[in-house]
């Protein structure tokens, strides 16, 4: 049903949203200032986001309503702000919103109240808010979180988990660790069985959390994420260039370059 997630731009929730959108191949994007103006300069090229006429925030702020089916705000406290007017504004012109405070609501509940919030509405187009990093320092982390499991359970919804674990490997061998992610899709080609590498290269781009969720403990205890494998997760942080970046997203970079690999060859072609 969540095709496309769409925010301002802004570091902190909005920032948390887009990164989101791109580790799980959901199309993204949204209204940002002129200049592609944040608190902490230009907002980096690889988020594809559209600019205003103006620097005024509150202008991309009403435009981003506009333009999704719903938007969610999440914060911690009273909503001040951008914020603040992000809620005002969506309730104005009658558009469905969503408004969590993680201090009174748990972050797996926060999902669970997300996730009905889409269905009951919809809604294809997600627009998410929410406080800046400057003044909120963990929101980033947060809405991540939230939105990361609330993918999840509509995975689960899909009844799909059960069918591809059928692909898995029960338990993965353990006889040495990667150091780099090309040494990491090597050994998980090695050890994978033709029918789930053929699986693999099949799922469509836009469905990598099909293999994401089921996958996500086999890659991270066959390249010894589990065991603390320090090497490989430094080489795959230093290709993201992100600041912010945990044991999930290296797992996820792994997975896109393998299904990547095995496109070349494990999908068979018609030739006329």
Not at 82 to 87: A, I, Q, R
Not at 109 to 136: C, D, T, W, Y
Not at 229 to 241: A, H, I, P, V, Y
């Amino acid at each position: 049903m969540l095709k496309k997630i769409i925010s301002g731009g802004q570091t902190g929730a909005d920032r948390a949203a887009l990164d989101v959108a791109i580790k799980f191949n959901i199309e993204h994007g949204g209204w940002i200032p002129k200049d592609r103006r944040t608190e902490e300069g230009p907002l980096p090229m690889k988020y594809k986001l559209n600019e205003m006429e103006t620097q005024d925030y509150r202008e991309r702020t009403k435009q981003n309503i506009i333009d999704s089916q719903g938007t969610v705000i999440i914060s911690r406290g009273n909503l001040t702000g951008g914020s603040k007017l992000t809620l005002s504004f969506a309730k104005v012109i009658g558009r469905p919103n969503c408004y969590i405070d993680l201090l009174n609501t748990e972050e797996f509940e926060a999902a669970i109240i997300l996730k009905s919030f889409i269905m009951e509405n919809q809604i294809q187009i997600l627009n998410v808010a929410g406080p800046r990093l400057s003044g909120h320092p963990w929101i980033y982390n947060d809405v991540k979180t939230v939105l990361e499991v609330m993918l999840y359970l509509l995975f689960l919804d899909t009844r799909q988990d059960t069918s591809v674990k059928a692909y898995i490997p029960e338990e993965p061998v353990k006889e040495s660790f990667p150091q780099t992610m090309e040494q990491a899709v090597d050994l998980l080609c090695d050890d994978l069985p033709l029918k789930t590498k053929t699986f693999i290269a099949k799922v469509e781009f836009h469905n990598i959390q099909m293999l994401y969720f089921p996958m996500m403990e086999y890659i991270r205890r066959r390249v010894g994420f589990d065991t603390d494998n320090q090497g490989l997760f430094k080489d795959c942080s230093d290709r993201m260039e992100d600041d912010v970046y945990t044991v999930e997203d290296a797992v996820m970079l792994i997975l896109k370059q393998l299904k990547f690999h095995l496109e070349k060859d494990h999908i068979l072609r018609v030739v006329k």
